[in-house]
């Protein structure tokens, strides 16, 4: 089977059975991930609570204070993440419709960003991970639309691929803040102080990931 063959059959894209097992799990897991993590947020938002631990509650009242713009982006970035499969996912990808939606949900879940980076917790460092992975995401995605528009189906679904890795990665940004929270007794580091750190080291993953991903397709 040619190259191409591996991703279109019968006219829809697909993803080779040779995706390892290990990179198929993460994927779901950030995906869980990322819509708890929205989930949480929304009703962090609708319902704020004064009870639980005071960096939870400060970062809830951060949130807060710019709730327009946060639920303009995190809206939008939870409807990507859940159809997102419909391109990854082989026995999903027949579909294209959700292919379609993506692209404009990504635009404005990019240009969003931008926005919530005013508001960044961590300072100039998370706001620079943000500049560059959001950046790359939206130069990601508009690769894959150009290279749809152009019905080159191997290299589109590469791109798309790229800016989906790029999109979760802030979920496994939240693990690593939760290593930073369980060890702040130890490490006297604040919220402010390490949620920069999170986000690059976060984001790099998942970017390493991607490439990975692309790489066994």
Request: proline share 5%; with cysteine; charged share 15%.
């Amino acid at each position: 089977m040619d190259a191409k063959a591996r991703f279109v059959r019968n006219g829809t894209t697909q993803i080779p059975k040779s995706v390892p097992l290990w990179l198929i799990i993460g994927y779901w897991v950030c995906t869980l991930i990322a819509v708890a993590v929205v989930l949480r947020r929304l009703l962090a938002l609708a319902h704020p609570s004064r009870s639980g631990p005071a960096e939870l509650a400060n970062l809830d009242l951060v949130f807060a204070s710019h709730a327009r713009v946060t639920l303009a982006h995190i809206i939008p970035s939870l409807f990507f993440v859940l159809l997102a499969p419909f391109v990854l996912v082989r026995p999903l990808a027949r579909f294209s419709w959700p292919e379609r939606l993506l692209f404009p949900l990504g635009v404005i879940v990019g240009i969003t960003a931008y926005g919530m980076s005013v508001y960044s917790v961590g300072g100039w460092t998370e706001r620079s991970a943000v500049l560059f992975f959001n950046s790359m995401f939206l130069f990601s995605l508009a690769r894959a639309w150009r290279f749809r528009q152009r019905q080159q189906t191997r290299e589109k679904l590469e791109w798309l691929t790229r800016a989906i890795g790029i999109l979760l990665g802030i979920a496994t940004t939240r693990p690593v803040m939760g290593v930073f929270f369980a060890t702040s007794r130890l490490t006297h580091l604040e919220p402010r102080q390490f949620f920069g750190i999170a986000f690059w080291i976060g984001f790099s993953i998942n970017w390493i990931v991607a490439e990975i991903w692309i790489g066994n397709t």
